[in-house]
């Protein structure tokens, strides 16, 4: 989506692409492309001065047909009701193409979480938490971190919840801390998961990630477990950037240094071990077998993709590809697995981590990841074979009707009601 495109509107017209190569009536589809509710609500929060300021908050619920809706909470000024519906959207495709028992949900408040002490942010999380109480449940709506939000944020909604209703449901939010109850291997499963699917791509197009160069845009949390992971099946990572700019090194660089370089100094630049430094947009159009986008929204747009000469491309951000670079990329001899099924680690896990909670009984990480590892090796595999039986134009088109016609599936075996 380009900066101006509505989000809303651009999840619209994906499902209208992928409703092309699937038999759903125009009736069933108008429901796959409108969320069934959305909450907007106007918090109201005491200041450390004694003022009082307003945010506005929202979560929407996309579809529950095959499970309890599911998706983050982000804080950033940027949040709209647009946008919130667009991401709750999202999570309904990418729960089906990976095939986790959910729903699609997301929330967010439009705040700059930087302008507040933690005791603002605090009173804001328990305040949304509140309106949020009716909405949510172990078996009803499950947040989880997004932008800006993460461990303490999660923790304050869940010891709010559990207080309002007097009772103990660590299911009722994921990505918590291990001792409030989250999942080992959760902070590595994007990562991981973007790995599962380079693999495949990989194998599937008769190579070996093993002898692949890759470049890897953005060193946080999605990018460096990538970087990492993929070194340890045997791929040279020769470049990586972050928002300070890119390193490059042919021979291959040492993913756990640059990580503990990044962690002393703040950024990747000026890490010895490189040969040279790149802009970010070099990196992008680096000739290497593997491109893994790990940063923000939209960095490849139309004009970069026409020099992009990666091989392969392996989203995991979340839509790192304008529609026009998915246009042109389309065209090009580039396969793209898509953010969808390369991404979703971070949900696996977090369906994983409430099963743990629901049981009482926790995992090791050995199994978490032997989990994580069957369910995008099977969304992979499904994705391939929509791609070769339709004549779905790209993976992302493939792992839509896959995962669309799942949701269908749901809604029609359940009949409508009333
Ligand atoms: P993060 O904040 O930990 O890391 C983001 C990284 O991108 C940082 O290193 C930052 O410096 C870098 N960056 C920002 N702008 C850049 C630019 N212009 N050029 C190069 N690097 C830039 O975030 P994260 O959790 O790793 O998330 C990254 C992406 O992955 C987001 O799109 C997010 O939605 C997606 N994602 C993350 C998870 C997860 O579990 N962390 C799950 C699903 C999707």
Known sequence: MSDEANPFE?????IDDASRYLDVSPDVLERLKNP??????????????????????????FNGDRGPYK??????PGVTRDEVKALSGWMVYKCAIANVPYGGGKGGIEVDPSDYSDGELERLTRSFAEE????????RDIPAPDVNTGQREMNWIKDTYETLENTTAPGVITGKAPDNGGSAGRVQATGRSTT?????????????LADATVAVQGYGNAGWIAAKVIEQH?????????????????????TVAVKEFK??????????????????????????????????????????????RADVIVEAANGPLTPEADEVLGDSDTYVVPDILANAGGVTVSYFEWVQNRQRFYWTEEKVNEELERHITNGFDDMIDAFEDTDAPTLRTAAYVVAIQR????YQNSGNWP
């Open 263 to 308: 962690r002393e100094t703040g950024s990747v630049s000026d890490y010895g071990g490189a040969t040279e430094e790149l802009s970010n947009r070099e990196l992008l159009t680096l000739d290497v077998d593997l491109l893994v986008p790990a940063a923000l929204e939209n960095a490849i747009d139309g004009t970069l993709a026409s020099d992009v």
């Open 196 to 208: 599962f699917a380079a693999r495949e791509i990989f194998d599937y197009l008769g190579r070996d």
């Open 234 to 254: 045997g791929g040279t990572v020769v470049a990586v950037s972050d928002s300070s700019g890119a390193i490059h090194d042919p021979a291959g660089l040492d």
């Open 36 to 61: 069934e509710r959305v909450l907007e609500t106007n918090l109201s929060v005491e200041l450390d001065d004694g003022d009082i300021e307003v945010f506005r908050a929202y979560r929407s619920q």
């Open 71 to 76: 998706g983050g909470i982000r804080y950033h």
């Open 132 to 139: 949020l109480r009716p909405l949510i449940g172990e078996d």
């Open 407 to 410: 949701v269908v599936d749901a």
């Open 10 to 14: 651009s999840l619209q017209e994906q």
